[in-house]
């Protein structure tokens, strides 16, 4: 199994990006998919999941609003689509799998499967 992730990069402030998460050895759709990021000098911190199957989204507050998880079933692919983004957004991000979640274990992060990270660097 490998979980591939991209669409990382430097934007300004108030600007977009749309990261991927692509699987292969699995399929994606029957699996919980969690979006993490860390920041320099911080821990890694929950920022959006999905369930398998049934597609329950549970966000952090932080992104709320700001941010969209979404998957592409053909393409064995979930996206995060980042708009307004802000300078603390900048952060090395993960995505994650794992099998079997219920909506409220999305935010745990111990994921079975993790991708490789792709950082995202918001300018003020």
């Known amino acids: 199994v490998q979980l591939q992730a991209s669409g990382g990069g430097l934007v300004q402030a108030g600007g977009s990006l749309r990261l991927s998460c692509t699987a292969s050895?699995?399929?994606?759709?029957?699996?919980?998919v969690g979006w993490f990021r860390q920041a320099p000098g911080k821990e890694r911190e929950f920022v959006v999941g999905?369930?398998?199957?049934?597609?329950?989204?549970s966000y952090a507050a932080s992104v709320k609003g700001r941010f969209t998880i979404s998957r592409d079933n053909a393409k064995n692919t979930v996206y995060l689509q980042m708009n307004s983004l802000k300078p603390e957004d900048t952060a090395v991000y993960y995505c994650?799998?794992?099998?079997?979640?219920?909506?409220?274990?999305?935010?745990?992060?111990?994921?079975?499967?993790w991708g490789q990270g792709t950082q995202v660097t918001v300018s003020s």
């Open positions: 999905i369930r398998g199957y049934t597609n329950g989204m």
């Open positions: 994650a799998a794992d099998y079997g979640r219920i909506l409220s274990t999305l935010i745990n992060s111990d994921y079975k499967y």
């Open positions: 050895g699995l399929t994606f759709s029957h699996y919980a």
